[in-house]
């Protein structure tokens, strides 16, 4: 037998099946375009997500430290006022979920003797919007601004014991700082 003598003719379904495995050949070798290229733009999202974040940060931060000393610069005997907060941490965000409970109460008896056990399930599900492109974002219940982490208070009357006391007390009432976390000091004079 000879291989020029062997005629192989597909049969319809065979032929379908070489038409479809064609297409998707050409499919998979149709570039579509430069993958670095877009986890360049993500990655220059995040960082200018984190910059945004910075930004608004450390403007939370100068905001409270001029609402501070413009407070404190009109209580008797504090004089002119520097103020420096610290921040913990970031903003947070609180995310929405659901949360389904059961329980179960499972009785044996043995001996005579009945034996109950309960049996408690929790399932929690996180909830999420759906954006116009079809991608699902978690959705935010609450914004929870940053925590302080310590107050300076530079005050001219800052040697006298009763206005580091008043000024101590007004930033804790503001705050919530531990007293521990709050330094009120002597401005210098120049």
């Not at 290229?37 to 930004?55: F, L, P, T």
């Not at 659901?98 to 929690?124: H, L, M, P, Y």
């Not at 007390?169 to 401005?187: N, T, Y």
């Amino acid at each position: 037998m000879n291989l020029k003598d062997i005629k192989w003719v597909p049969k319809k379904n065979q032929m379908v099946l070489l038409l479809l495995f064609g297409i998707l050949l050409v499919v998979i070798a149709i570039p579509t375009g430069d993958s670095t290229k877009g986890d360049n733009v993500s990655g220059n999202q995040a960082k200018s997500s984190e910059a945004e974040d910075a930004s608004d940060w450390s403007s939370y931060e100068k905001n409270l430290e001029e609402k501070l000393q413009s407070t404190l610069e009109q209580m008797d005997g504090v004089g002119a006022v520097t103020v420096m907060i610290t921040l913990k941490s970031s903003e947070e965000n609180v995310v929405a979920s659901d949360r389904q409970s059961s329980s179960s109460v499972t009785t044996q008896e043995a001996d005579g003797q009945s034996q109950s056990t309960t049996e408690n399930t929790t399932d929690t599900t996180g909830i999420y919007s759906q954006n116009t492109d079809g991608s699902q974002t978690p959705y935010v219940s609450k914004q929870l601004t940053p925590k302080i982490e310590g107050v300076v208070v530079l005050a001219e009357g800052g040697d006298n014991g009763v206005v580091v006391e008043n000024i101590t007390e007004a930033v804790q009432a503001l705050f919530g700082v531990e007293v521990h976390k709050i330094k009120v000091v002597k401005r210098s004079s120049s």
